[in-house]
């Protein structure tokens, strides 16, 4: 089993991403599912209005949809992580004892991370979720890239200049890396 998480602030084009290149996986015959973002099913506050509580139905709620996805699927792109989770619930209460193990731990359990980046002047959509503010969506990047270096993560970083071939650039990566067996039969 592989498990690839696209990790950023919001309003970056994880989605699209992760969409894109389950499509082009799939038009390739590999058995595969998409963890959606949970924030979006959050009964409680998001943004800069989030709480503990909120934060961590979010966490919880990522790893329970990524055990079962797991669990039925070879290949599992999850439309972030425990880790940018994580991020938002540091912004808003700050480093969490209880938490920090479980989400130390978890982080082991990704292959790949893909990091979104913050594209400047790129349109940041009106979801109705999300929140549109350009100053927190940095913030939330900043502490993102923090954590990442911090806890020595590895990452496959997009070039903020190259926003059009994000897609060919993750999709090589993912290939290159799962190697499916059906590559084979589309060479010639």
């Known amino acids: 089993m592989q498990k690839i998480a696209f990790i950023g602030s919001h309003g970056v084009g994880k989605t699209t991403l992760v969409y894109g290149l389950a499509a082009r996986l799939k038009a390739r015959d590999l058995a595969l599912e998409v963890v959606v973002e949970v924030a979006r099913r959050c009964p409680l506050r998001l943004n800069r209005e989030t709480t503990l509580a909120a934060q961590s139905w979010i966490l919880h709620t990522q790893i329970a949809d990524e055990v079962v996805a797991a669990s039925r699927y070879p290949l599992v792109l999850c439309d972030r992580s425990v880790l940018d989770n994580y991020i938002y619930l540091l912004l808003a209460a700050g ?40 100053t927190f969506q940095k913030e939330v990047d900043s502490r993102l890239a923090l954590e990442i270096e911090v806890r020595g993560i590895e990452t496959v970083e997009l070039d903020p200049e190259r926003r059009d071939g994000w897609l060919d650039t993750v999709e090589a990566t993912v290939l290159s890396r799962i190697r499916p067996p059906q590559l084979e039969l589309l060479k010639d």
Do not use: C, H, N
């Open 95 to 134: 480093r969490q004892p209880a938490l920090e193990q479980l989400v130390s731990e978890w982080i082991k359990s990704y292959d790949l991370f893909v990091q979104v980046p913050v594209v400047q002047g790129a349109e940041m959509l009106d979801d109705g979720v999300r929140s549109t503010d350009r």
